[in-house]
């Protein structure tokens, strides 16, 4: 018996002298610690405190060992500091966030390793020699193989669900993602998380149970400027007629019809979202809002020419008869063919009237009358074949338009000559025929020549107006002829 105690002391000893080198301990720490020099320890990283925003869209960031949960402000966080029974894997935390809530164990009391692993207490690691750590624990090498890592069970480390132990005897996670050990379907994307991994859907699309669903982005506005039209997992936008999306494919810009692809015949004006075509003056537009047609002027009135109206391509011009001449580009003005060109003799002389000219002998007396003076001419008294004719005859021409109105006073007879004791009258000898004049008698040596009927020319008319001169003591009688030739104008201008 003591012979036996003595040899298991004696092992004992012997056990100690093997394991008085010197240890070796590690600082490196796991993502989501960082080593402590003071403390000698890993101690966790608080991210919601370094991390600039770390949550997005209302969320609140709740700091946990080895990483930070973003939680709905709503989420309520309990925290359970009874005694655990048993290792709880740090799974059980992720389980949590889902829900809105965080279970949390005492770490000094589980022995649970910081971020996600579990360390073996000291109840699990034979042998005093053993020390443990939040996130640092010291192994006495064997001095006849410090590299290795003792291949004892009681010396290796239990992992929770995700984790699997490193040649360096520390737990790292499994990554599902790249294993194939994942569950997420074919429409998913695999996305490692620390001790597990989460199935996502693709961009475009969101989870709806367990399928993904597309996402109606034109739902959310203000997506699109005008027009959105939805994809299987996207959208694109569109732009209205005369719009066109600019680089940014949200926003759409108006088009320059009149610079892209000026569809107008003649003037195109370009307008938000669309443009108009206007035609050039003596041009309207067509039935189909593009093309020009010419507008007719000459059909749209019969007021725009004095005589003859001419459309042209854009306008319209005015012509007038022969003898005429237009002027201020509508009206027709006589031309006096008298004072440029004519064909008369010398022997003759010119008259002009309303749209022509005439040549009239410059003596026009017949015998056994005589020229006096310019167009009169008198019959010698010593000629016995005077006493039955007038005395004198005197020319004269004039020329009024076609259509004039009536009564129109037209010309004026006067005695040139007024004896005492007489007494003159005034008649129409000859030419009024069908009663288209009246003479009228103004004064005791003048009458007036009125046009009571309406006359249409081209016509020639010759009236002789004849003066009466009888001695109030009936001693002498006489007259005198005034040859009146009218041409009657083809127009009324």
Known sequence: MLQTVFLTMLTVVLVRSQYTEETITYTQCTDGYEWDPVRQQCKDIDECDI????????????????????????????????????????AEASSGAATGSIAASSVATSGVVPGGGFMASATAVAGPEVQTGRNNFVIRRNPADPQRIPSNPSHRIQCAAGYEQSEHNVCQDIDECTSGTHNCREDQVCINLRGSFTCQCLPGYQKRGEQCVDIDECTVPPYCHQRCVNTPGSFYCQCNPGFQLAANNYTCVDINECDASNQCAQQCYNILGSFICQCNQGYELSSDRLSCEDIDECRTSSYLCQYQCVNEPGKFSCMCPQGYQVVRSRTCQDINECETTNECREDEMCWNYHGGFRCYPRNPCQDPY???????????????????????????????????????????????????????????KSGNENGEFYLRQTSPVSAMLVLVKSLSGPREYIVDLEMLTVSSIGTFRTSSVLRLTIIVGPFSF
Not at 61 to 70: A, M, T
């Open 51 to 90: 991390v600039p925003d770390a949550c997005k869209g209302g969320m609140k960031c709740v700091n946990h060992y080895g990483g930070y949960l973003c939680l709905p402000k709503t989420a309520q966080i309990i925290v359970n500091n009874e005694q655990p029974q048993q290792e709880t894997p740090a």
């Open 370 to 428: 005589v020229l006096t003076s310019e167009n009169r001419c008198v019959c010698p008294v010593s000629n016995a074949m005077c006493r039955e004719g007038p005395q004198s005859i005197v020319y004269k021409y004039m020329s009024i338009r076609s259509d004039r109105s009536v009564p129109s006073d037209i010309f004026q007879i006067q005695a040139t000559t007024i004896y005492a004791n007489t007494i003159n009258t005034f008649r129409i």
